[in-house]
């Protein structure tokens, strides 16, 4: 049927002029233009032929896209010829499939002239002729030699032709009736078409009888190219054309030479096109992409909207705005059947029956099926109604009966919000009194090996208890609810330890009244932005931004707004950062309202209390995970709301348009007086934000700076409280288990799963239609139940440093008083030559470089030091998620076991454990290995050596910052002094083996990317080196290479090489270190150089003059070292790259599943920017195009980042040992 539609449509084009192609498009419109047919696709199973699918119809616009099209016939004459004499006994002219290829309307292509089977009168009133598409001016094209033979073979061939020709007539004659009366509407059409039973009626016999004709040859000599079938279709005038000039051969002698050359020209012109035609199909493949991620978006958007009206109680408003998007046709498509239940659930809750009746009818009129949220809101109303009739019930069961829609499944797939579930059973009692919900809990079957003994084998393994009694974590749950409900939480300064100056205590004041003044300012410009939106005359389907801004008080937004402006860097904040930062924040505030409001809190409440039963030490062992356990509970107490599933996800563009919105208004309103600080100024008011305009890299970006008098006033305060939101906290009590990919973590800040950037969605989709993601989960829950507690003595140590100047040895950054002061210098001024002038800026350029980089870290060591002062007498615990790859990551951002030395140093386990016979010997081999020395050592001679220095490392413990100061030496300064204290009290306690440590003793791999590497590829060398074969004493791969690289520097320093002479004494372990270990995660040779050269400048004694040269030099000969010690790497590296690279060309995104059962893609796109009506560039992931270098380059570090699985594999069999301190 879809065979004939297209054959009709390509006649009617052929047969009419350009003229009346529209006129004959609008009379058609119900006909289907595509070209997916079952004939065509049974042809042929060639690339090309794949790639002719894509392409749709267009309508000729242009006298060139008219030449353009006889170009092209002139090229498939040609191609058609070739064709036909290398297959000389295969009838290769298809007439079956009677389907032009026609260019796509995106790229302005053009219809292509066909051939069509001859077909009597009766025929001809239904389905029209093709003919050749006219063009003016267009000359006829040349013959040729393989014309001419092709018209003698195919006049040998008639026979055969003819038989062909009539089968397909007779085809034609008996579908032509079903294609008549299946003329609707052009979305209908496409419907139609794509169907399988279509599909089977109208073509697969035909398809049968041609395959059975055309041998497997023709088929691969097809394949050459894309334009293979659209050559069939030549014009009965070309035909003719052919027929007249056989029997003049002799004519055409003298000109085969230059057919050849004309010949070969074409074909080039051919190739290159085809190239075209397969760019043109993947970046239409893309703008399908493109198209379906915008209508998510609107649909979001929608969705968000309307939740947002029924929040505030404007159901006014949203019911206004649902029935007008369901008047705009082009609207209406976009709307969902989740969309129209919003207002089902909100009807249902007022018991008013009709209206859902009437929602159901805009459904209807949409072409939307009921799903079990419509039926679910409709007996909901009619439980809320005690006067609703039990044959009403009945009815609506027994129509969703039809639907194939069960009672169960209503609970089963629902999402209940306060007591709409109760409603609801209420309503099914009331026709079925002894119904109950049937609801089993998944089963934790996993099928990937890796894990599937754990959960087969576990019979008497019991769940580790955790140190605290069920009273106690009842408790910490209660002090976690109350930070989480506020949303932010203040907490002191360590900089307010520091003795207070008078211009401290003057500045402060200055910015408390500013901050008085802002709050009111602040609170008059919002209201009035409220009234001047609620008073915009806009058409009703547009959205606006007016329900967003009366989701919280006025004051909430004020407070966000002042925050906002207190925590903003010196050198300013991009508008695209902060306007999320502002939008995510009213989010977050937004669902915790919305959880309260649909009593989440409370039944969170009532779970989160028996499930503290699994963990504390005073009640009964359990042998089920924390997951199984959290869901056994939701569905005992399955009476009520739903945990999960309530919210839905702002898009980014509405959070990015919400939060540009109240950027403005802080940076039209928030003003200060010119005179604050300088009375000698005149007094003016003045902004303290200037929205201006900077570069990064190549592109222009909007950037929210401060004004320099309100920096210097926050800098000078040095104010006493720091405010934060409650998610980059640590946690006060156990985390909630994850149970999905929405559902953990935070009690009730939302939190993801998955970490992704900012606009993808891809990510989202594949965790949504994985079938079992328990293995990650269990993994998850399990490191994020391990406590921890402050190590008070070092971090008052490295609080006393920070607050006096810092140190950059130490890590400790020093405070901006000890930045380079800016040079100032007047560019106008004549004395300073040009080269004096360049050299000036330069300096200016550098000194405020440093500062801003100053300023970054010791604001961050500022945050870290204060939430672990915070935090000092409490116990609390990291939630965790992954990112993209499926590595695991604490969800505080500031403040964990995964940051820096000072950071590690500060952190102990909560429960300790006796030492043992063997414990204070693995404290003095934890404490050499953080020294950095003695790597090539056995571990008893490791042990050997912290034996001969306890002198030292009692003098560190004693007197840190006065004594030897041994402990500044080590790699990890700050790790080593804690673990040096630990040792002295364990020496010290009557019985080391009874001492109670509560100290973190790690344990790593040599290089794991390499070690990966050499078991992947079997490399024996790389394996020795990197301890996967038993040696003698430990091996270390980075003193190896540093080896390898001394001895390629002193044979080119006796060459004379004058910077190998230069480095003579500077090549070390350290040196070298970060870019072997990255080179397998994919650094290169630019990164790798960067790496190098700032570890040359660290050393004083090296000659910076040298530096650029000496980087350049040593990163070569690392990376050849590399190669030469690991044989089997690179050759592996390749392999990956190739094949991203060949995936990523095809237009397709690298994806892969570890062995966890966790899907992985990759993200990296080419950004195609959209400007929103808000002024801001915004990308959209999910219709980008891939980046081949950026894909091809980023595979194997990731491939190989599943060794993530084997530490992820570690925590998850932690339980079987009764092990509480996993920590990766």
Request: proline residues 5%; contains cysteine.
């Amino acid at each position: 049927m879809s065979l004939l539609r297209a054959c009709s449509i390509s006649k009617c084009l052929g047969r009419r002029s350009l003229a009346d192609v529209r006129r004959c498009f609008a009379e058609r419109c119900q006909l289907c233009v595509s070209v997916r047919s079952t004939a065509v696709r049974r042809i042929s199973e060639t690339p090309f032929c794949l790639q002719k699918r894509n392409i749709s119809s267009v309508i000729l616009k242009s006298e060139d896209a008219k030449k353009r099209v006889h170009e092209q016939s002139q090229l498939l004459d040609v191609l058609k010829a070739r064709i036909q004499q290398l297959q000389s006994d295969v009838v290769l002219d298809v007439q079956h499939a009677k389907v032009q290829f026609l260019k796509s309307p995106s790229f302005g292509g053009g219809v292509s002239s066909g051939r069509t089977v001859k077909g009597s009168s009766k025929d001809k009133s239904d389905i029209p002729k093709s003919g050749k598409v006219v063009t003016k001016g267009a000359s006829k094209s040349q013959p040729s030699r393989w014309m001419k033979k092709l018209s003698e073979e195919n006049i040998n061939k008639l026979k055969k032709q003819q038989i062909l020709q009539q089968k397909v007539q007779r085809n034609a004659k008996e579908k032509l009736p079903a294609s008549k009366s299946s003329l609707m509407p052009t979305g209908a059409t496409h419907k139609t078409m794509s169907s399988p039973a279509k599909k089977r009626r109208g073509g697969t016999k035909l398809s049968d009888e041609i395959r059975s004709s055309v041998s497997s040859a023709a088929a691969v000599t097809a394949a050459t190219s894309s334009k293979a079938a659209e050559a069939l279709k030549t014009s009965k005038q070309k035909r003719r054309d052919s027929k007249s000039k056989v029997s003049d051969k002799d004519a055409t002698k003298t000109t085969k030479d230059g057919e050849l050359t004309e010949i070969a020209e074409l074909e080039k012109r051919l190739n290159d096109q085809v190239q075209q035609r397969i760019h043109l199909s993947m970046t239409e493949r893309f703008q399908e992409s493109s198209t379906g991620s915008s209508c998510r978006d609107i649909q979001l958007s929608i969705r968000s909207y309307l939740e947002a009206c029924v929040f505030i109680g404007d159901i006014e408003r949203s019911q206004s705005f649902l029935v007008s998007q369901h008047r705009v046709m082009s609207r209406r498509k976009l709307l969902t059947t989740d969309v129209y239940n919003i207002m089902m659930r909100v009807w249902a809750k007022k018991g008013t029956l009709s209206q859902i009746g009437r929602i159901f009818i805009l459904m209807e009129e949409a072409g939307l099926k009921p799903n079990v949220g419509s039926y679910s809101a409709a007996l909901e109303c009619m439980g809320r109604n005690p006067n609703c009739p039990p044959k009403v019930i009945s009815r609506c069961l027994n129509q969703m009966k039809k639907d194939g829609l069960s009672v169960d499944d209503l609970f089963r797939e629902c999402v209940f919000q306060q007591d709409e579930r109760d409603m609801l059973l209420k309503a099914v009692q009331t026709v079925k009194p002894d119904y109950e919900p049937s609801l089993t809990q998944n089963a934790s079957q996993c099928s990937s090996p890796l894990v599937q003994d754990f959960y087969t084998n576990r019979e008497h393994h019991t769940y580790p208890k955790l140190d605290f009694t069920q009273e106690e974590l009842q408790k910490c749950f209660q002090s976690q609810l109350s930070v989480e409900q506020a949303c932010t939480i203040t907490i002191d300064s360590v900089e307010a330890m520091k003795p207070v100056t008078e211009n401290m205590v003057k500045m402060r004041e200055l910015l408390a009244e500013q901050r008085v003044q802002w709050q009111k300012v602040l609170l008059q410009a919002l209201r009035e932005n409220k009234m001047i939106l609620t008073k915009t005359n806009t058409r009703d389907y547009k959205l606006n931004l007016y329900p967003y801004l009366c989701l919280l008080e006025d004051k909430e937004y004020v407070d966000i707004m002042i925050q906002s402006v207190s925590n903003m860097p010196p050198s300013g904040e991009s508008l695209k950062i902060l306007a999320h930062d502002l939008g995510n924040r009213i989010y977050t505030k937004y669902c915790v309202r919305q959880k309260h409001q649909n009593r989440v809190v409370e039944k969170l409440g009532s779970i989160y209390d028996a499930y503290t039963e699994l963990l504390a030490k005073d009640t009964k062992v359990c042998n089920v995970l924390p997951r199984e356990q959290w869901c056994k509970l939701e569905m005992e107490q399955s009476s009520g709301p739903m945990l999960q599933g309530a919210e839905t996800s702002w898009p980014y563009i509405l959070m990015l348009e919400l939060g540009t919105f109240i950027v403005d208004i802080m940076v039209k309103n928030l003003k200060i007086n010119s005179d604050i600080l300088n009375p000698a100024y005149d007094r003016k008011l003045i902004p303290i934000l200037y929205h201006m305009y900077t570069f990064r890299s190549t592109r222009q970006v909007g950037f929210i700076k401060p004004h320099p008098i309100l920096t210097q006033m926050q800098q000078e305060a040095m104010e006493t409280t720091l405010t934060f939101d409650s998610s980059v906290m640590p946690m006060l009590c156990p985390p909630v288990p994850w149970t999905s990919e929405k559902f953990g973590a935070y009690l009730l800040t939302p939190a993801k799963l998955m970490r992704t950037t900012h606009g993808a969605t891809q990510h989202e989709e594949l965790l949504e239609k994985c079938p079992n993601l328990h293995p990650v989960f269990d993994s998850l829950n399990q490191l994020s139940n391990c406590a921890w507690r402050i190590n008070k003595p070092i971090l008052d140590i490295i609080i006393s440093i920070f607050n006096d100047r810092g140190s950059d040895k130490l890590d400790v950054p020093p405070p901006l008083s000890e930045a380079p002061k800016i040079p100032h210098f007047n560019s106008q001024d004549l004395t300073y030559t040009a080269s004096e002038k360049a050299h000036m800026k330069r300096e200016v350029i550098n000194a405020k470089k440093k500062c801003s980089e100053m300023h970054s870290l010791r604001m961050d060591a500022l945050y870290k030091l204060s939430i672990a002062h915070h935090m000092r007498d409490k116990l609390f615990w990291f939630p965790h998620n992954m990112d993209f790859r499926g590595r695991t990551y604490p969800c505080p951002p500031y403040f964990n076991h995964l940051g820096s030395d000072v950071t590690r140093a500060t952190l102990m386990f909560a429960e300790g454990k006796p030492l043992g016979p063997k414990g204070l010997d693995w404290l003095k081999i934890h404490l050499v290995n953080l020294t950095g020395l003695k790597k090539r050592s056995s571990l008893h001679g490791r042990l050997e050596y912290a034996d001969s220095i306890m002198e030292d490392i009692l003098d560190s413990a004693d007197d840190p910052l006065n004594g030897k100061k041994w402990w500044m030496e080590a790699d990890e300064p700050w790790q080593a002094l804690a673990c040096c204290m630990e040792i002295a009290n364990a020496v010290r306690s009557p019985d080391p083996t009874k001492f109670v440590s509560h100290f973190p003793v790690h344990q790593d791999g040599s290089c794991n990317g390499l070690q990966h590497y050499a078991a992947l590829g079997r490399d024996v060398i790389g394996a020795t080196s990197v301890n996967l074969m038993p040696c003698e004493v430990p091996q270390d791969v980075y003193s190896g290479v540093a080896q390898q690289v001394e001895e390629l520097r002193t044979r080119d320093a006796a060459k004379g090489l004058k910077i190998a002479q230069v480095l003579e004494g500077f090549i070390s372990r350290k040196v070298v270190k970060q870019t072997v270990m990255t080179v397998v995660y994919g650094v290169t040779r630019y990164g790798g150089r960067l790496q190098i050269e700032k570890r040359l400048k660290e050393i004083d004694e090296f000659p910076k003059e040298h530096v650029w040269d000496a980087s350049h030099y040593l990163v070569r000969l690392v990376f050849s070292g590399l190669k030469e010690m690991f044989t089997g790497t690179r050759e592996i590296q390749d392999w990956l790259t190739e094949s991203a690279r060949l995936i990523s060309k095809c237009g397709h995104t690298v994806e892969w599943v570890t062995p966890l059962g966790l899907p992985i893609i990759q993200p990296y796109h080419r950004t195609r920017s959209l400007v929103s009506k808000i002024f801001l560039l915004c990308p959209f992931h999910s219709s980008f195009i891939m980046k081949y270098f950026k894909s091809s380059t980023a595979f194997f570090p990731e491939e190989i980042r599943l060794t993530k699985c084997d530490a992820i594999n570690t925590s998850f069999n932690l339980p079987i040992a009764s092990v509480s301190h996993p920590s990766f």
